[in-house]
């Protein structure tokens, strides 16, 4: 009689079990739907997003960001003290986006568009944003990073010599070296002092890119 009760018993838990796990299931999927990030377009609440529509870079902020799809920073001229855009008075931050993001970057007049961001890193000095650098491309080929700099060349003011003196550059140093990190910039300032960086991996043969905006000096 013992016998037949706990094989009773063991024929019934699996069923329980998957009954939890169904429920977990529903539970999660309903949070899910119910909350804030799931929804088409959320409305921004005050800890996302700043009094001039930039996008504010605290973690709720840089949240907005991840569903919107969209970056938005003014910098030097007319911007924001750090305090008011999530930030600390002199505070690094740094984000990694789960997608791809657009970053639209306002200095002064001029409004300056950066696609395909997938990092960012804030500094702010003296309650001011000092420097915003986003992070284009994590692994890029050499040709693909020199590629979107030369498009983004006309747009912010680099000069397209420069920017074909790194071939001769690359050239020497994978001669030279089986080993160590390239770097080459090239750098422009009107509205906003922009400076693109590539680094360039001898062992992985990949290259990382980046786009840094400061105010003018």
């Known amino acids: 009689m013992a016998e037949s009760r706990r094989q009773k018993l063991l024929s019934w838990l699996p069923a329980a079990i998957l009954l939890l796990i169904i429920g977990g299931v529903v539970f999660t999927?309903?949070?899910?739907?119910?909350?804030?990030?799931?929804?088409?377009?959320?409305?921004?609440?005050?800890?996302?997003?700043?009094?001039?529509?930039?996008?504010?870079?605290?973690?709720?902020?840089?949240?907005y960001?991840?569903?919107?799809?969209?970056?938005?920073?003014?910098?030097?001229?007319?911007?924001?003290p750090a305090t008011e855009i999530?930030?600390?008075?002199?505070?690094?931050?740094?984000?990694?986006?789960?997608?791809?993001?657009?970053?639209?970057?306002?200095?002064?007049?001029?409004?300056?568009?950066?696609?395909?961001?997938?990092?960012?890193h804030a500094v702010s000095e003296g309650n001011e944003l000092t420097t915003l650098t986003l992070g284009v491309g994590q692994a890029l080929p050499w040709s693909s990073a020199v590629g979107t700099v030369q498009g983004l060349a006309?747009?912010?003011g680099w000069d397209q010599d420069e920017i074909a003196s790194w071939e001769e550059q690359i050239?020497?140093?994978?001669?030279?070296?089986?080993?160590?990190?390239?770097?080459?910039?090239?750098?422009?300032?009107?509205a906003a002092t922009i400076t693109g960086t590539l680094v360039f991996d001898r062992a992985t043969g990949y290259t990382t890119l980046s786009i840094t905006f400061a105010p003018p000096a």
């Open 29 to 63: 999927t309903v949070a899910v739907q119910n909350s804030w990030w799931a929804e088409d377009q959320p409305v921004a609440s005050s800890d996302q997003k700043a009094a001039d529509g930039s996008s504010k870079l605290s973690d709720a902020g840089l949240d």
């Open 154 to 156: 006309s747009e912010f």
């Open 86 to 120: 999530g930030l600390g008075a002199d505070e690094e931050k740094s984000g990694e986006f789960r997608r791809p993001v657009r970053a639209v970057v306002a200095a002064g007049d001029e409004v300056y568009v950066v696609e395909e961001v997938e990092t960012m």
């Open 171 to 190: 050239s020497d140093f994978t001669r030279d070296h089986t080993e160590g990190t390239f770097t080459a910039e090239v750098t422009s300032t009107d």
């Open 65 to 80: 960001v991840n569903v919107e799809g969209v970056l938005r920073v003014r910098i030097g001229e007319r911007a924001l």
